[in-house]
């Protein structure tokens, strides 16, 4: 019995298989498989094959042809990443939304939250018994609303950065609480936090830490030690050069780390793992956009990224950010003076919780104020007593009409009006929309602080226009 093309199989196991699946069937089988061509190249072909018998049903020969598929294979696997990576796209954008309205919802309850427990802080003396409770649940407020902050930094593409002195060692520590509610039990977490400050943006940090932790778990597949750490560091050039970084100056540093007990890179992974799009991970379960996302926030902050590995032991990143000496005051202080006034303020929000507070608070700070839950009814009120109010503070997110649309028709009675727009979720709302109609934005949920001086700095401002003299 001869058999058709038996010098192209490469794998001979892989040959008796397939000779034998063709003597069972009967009628022609089609196999893909990895054959060698004349030349010695392998390439991949779907073999079609069958077997030529007598009238007694005896096998004479195998025939058949084999087709080479190989550029249909690499056009099916690109089809595949670009359909992982739509989904990817997909999950993203949903996850937008839903952050979204998480902010929205959040957001108003936090705000009376924030709100009356600093009335009540500006109300007591330092050695009130109350006080320091006061100050663990505004603390905890804030902690909430950065959390919320964090969840939108998932949906949104990274792209707004707002850096400030940020001490790197709180964000590090909330992002391993939430680490250690998403990870495998069988993976023990290891962490050693300093303290330092750097320019930054929390959000950005925090999505720098769970992208490499998470990547970490998927290399130990659910089990090892994940070691977290940040310390204070000075770079020489010496050191700079020993750990390979060729774009930092010598100076103060932060240096977080991240290391792992799993399987490890070989050389070749390492050279492309900061790549977009490059992933070791089965297709569906990773976009490759982790480290190549890392490595741009590291590097809008002036920062570096260096990685050791080797096959079988390990991972570890080294992740280095400018150190600043700015004094960070981690103790929630509400003392000093807020800036007040006496002007005529109408605020309109349909939170009713949210309404109270507003009211409440700038009614402290010796404001004037009409409320609104209804933006329908505000209109009216602005229609009927164009003279009756001297600021509009509106939230965005309402039924009826939005916080825009009621701008655009108060500026059509009183085109000078300042407004203030509040919301929890500003990536709806664009620059130009905020310049066109000239409206300062306030994010919530906000503060007495940051209430009181927005609030000041628009009355001033508008004051300021209008007396300013034509030229």
């Not at 196999?31 to 030529?52: C, M, P, Q």
């Not at 009183?414 to 727009?421: A, D, E, G, I």
Request: charged share 25%; proline share 4%.
């Amino acid at each position: 019995m001869k058999e058709v093309g038996a010098d192209l199989y490469v794998d001979p196991a892989r040959k008796e298989e397939i000779v034998r699946r063709i003597l069972d069937a009967r009628g022609p089988v089609f196999i893909e498989n990895r054959y060698r061509k004349k030349d010695g190249s392998i390439f991949t072909g779907n073999l079609h094959s069958w077997a030529v018998r007598d009238r007694d049903g005896k096998t004479l020969y195998l025939e058949g042809f084999v087709e080479d598929i190989t550029e249909r294979k690499v056009a099916e696997e690109e089809k595949e990443k670009l359909e992982a990576r739509l989904h990817q796209a997909q999950k993203l954008e949903a996850i937008g939304t839903l952050a979204g309205g998480i902010a929205h919802d959040f957001n108003n309850i936090l705000a009376p939250i924030i709100g009356y427990t600093e009335m009540a802080l500006n109300d007591i003396t330092q050695s009130h018994p109350m006080r320091h409770g006061l100050e663990q649940v505004l603390g905890a407020a804030f902690r909430a609303r950065d959390l919320v902050k964090q969840i939108l930094a998932f949906g949104r593409s990274g792209k707004e950065q707002q850096q400030r002195p940020v001490e790197i060692g709180s964000v590090v520590k909330e992002a391993l609480e939430l680490l250690k509610a998403s990870l495998p039990s069988s993976i023990e977490i290891r962490q050693s936090i300093g303290n330092g400050v750097a320019s930054a943006d929390a959000t950005q940090i925090h999505q720098v830490l769970l992208n490499l932790c998470t990547n970490a778990a998927h290399a130990m597949d659910g089990k090892g030690i994940l070691d977290i750490r940040l310390c204070r560091v000075d770079l020489s050039v010496r050191e700079l050069a020993d750990k390979s970084i060729t774009d930092l100056k010598p100076g103060p540093y932060l240096e977080l780390s991240v290391s792992d007990t799993g399987s490890g890179m070989d050389k070749t992974t390492l050279q492309r793992i900061f790549d977009p799009y490059f992933t070791s991970k089965d297709v569906g379960k990773g976009s490759g956009l982790g480290l190549a996302v890392v490595l741009g926030i590291i590097k809008r902050h002036d920062g570096a990224i260096s990685v050791w590995s080797e096959p079988g032991k390990g991972t570890v990143f080294h992740v280095y950010l400018p150190r600043v000496n700015d004094e960070f005051e981690s103790t929630v202080r509400v003392d000093g003076v807020l800036p007040g006034g006496s002007e005529r303020i109408l605020l309109v929000d349909d939170e009713p919780t949210v309404m109270e507070m507003g009211t409440t608070a700038l009614e402290h700070l010796g404001y004037k104020v009409t409320c609104s839950a209804d933006s329908v009814v505000a209109l009216e009120l602005v229609r009927s007593g164009p003279g009756d109010f001297d600021l509009i503070i509106t939230d965005f997110t309402m039924p009826k009409l939005t916080g825009l649309d009621f701008t655009r028709e108060v500026r059509r009675i009183l085109p000078n009006m300042p407004v203030l727009l509040c919301t929890g979720f500003s990536d709806k709302i664009t620059r130009n929309s905020l310049e066109d109609l000239e409206v300062e934005l306030l994010m919530k949920p906000y503060g007495m602080k940051q209430l009181s001086e927005t609030v000041r700095k628009v009355l001033d401002s508008s004051r300021t226009k209008s007396t300013r003299p034509l030229v």
